[in-house]
T-cell receptor
């Protein structure tokens, strides 16, 4: 079974709005990563947050991690049409991917 | 950033034939490579992990005689789908990681879409 479960499964927003995606996982982790996948393409690593970190920023991305709730969130601020993609969380050494959130940003 | 090249990007083959997919790390040495399979609108499912010079470790339910993996060098791993059948049609993605780079971060190829007729 999959380790991570993202929600929502799909999200549609207007350009300029913020997008928030959540990830829940089942077992203890060393780190959690977020990846992005454009349709029919490979994945691109976005950000890694370690189990002893609570929040991390990278450009317009903000990731939080709550190990007590076994959950993480990815916030994309001031979204752009180019952010349209699927976003996956993955945990620890052997990346186990969640089901992904399909984000659609309308211009 | 680290670049992983996957070839071919798309292949159509007849049932019963074998297909080889290549995964190359272009600007770093990949000590570990991973092979994933993805069905439409679904997540990536890890098929196997391969370390250079050793046999691949397959995930439960993945037939190692069906999906042959070779990782003969630090820059190349291949996945051969033997005697392909229509149910093998899928999107196959490789990734690579290096002990010299940020640990656990994987760099992905662009994927190979396999269609078996």
């Amino acid at each position: 079974s999959q380790q991570g479960e993202e929600d929502p499964q799909a999200l549609s927003i207007q350009e300029g709005e913020n997008a928030t995606m959540n990830c829940s996982y089942k077992t203890s982790i060393n780190n959690l990563q977020w990846y992005r996948q454009n349709s029919g393409r490979g994945l691109v690593h976005l950000i890694l947050i370690r189990s002893n970190e609570r929040e991390k920023h990278s450009g317009r991305l903000r990731v939080t991690l709550d190990t007590s709730k076994k959950s993480s969130s990815l916030l994309i601020t001031a979204s752009r049409a180019a952010d349209t993609a699927s976003y996956f969380c993955a945990t620890s050494d052997k990346l186990i991917f969640g089901t992904g959130t399909r984000l659609q940003v309308f211009p | 950033g680290a670049v992983v090249s996957q070839h071919p990007s798309w292949v159509i083959c007849k049932s019963g034939t074998s297909v080889k997919i290549e995964c190359r790390s272009l600007d770093f040495q990949a000590t570990t490579m991973f092979w994933y399979r993805q069905f439409p609108k679904q997540s990536l499912m890890l098929m196997a992990t391969s370390n250079e010079g050793s046999k691949a470790t397959y995930e439960q339910g993945v037939e190692k005689d069906k999906f042959l993996i070779n990782h003969a060098s630090l820059t190349l791993s291949t996945l051969t789908v033997t005697s392909a059948h229509p149910e093998d049609s899928s999107f196959y993605i490789c990734s690579a990681s290096s002990h010299d780079s940020n640990k656990n971060i994987q760099y992905f190829g662009a994927g190979t879409r396999l269609s078996v007729l």
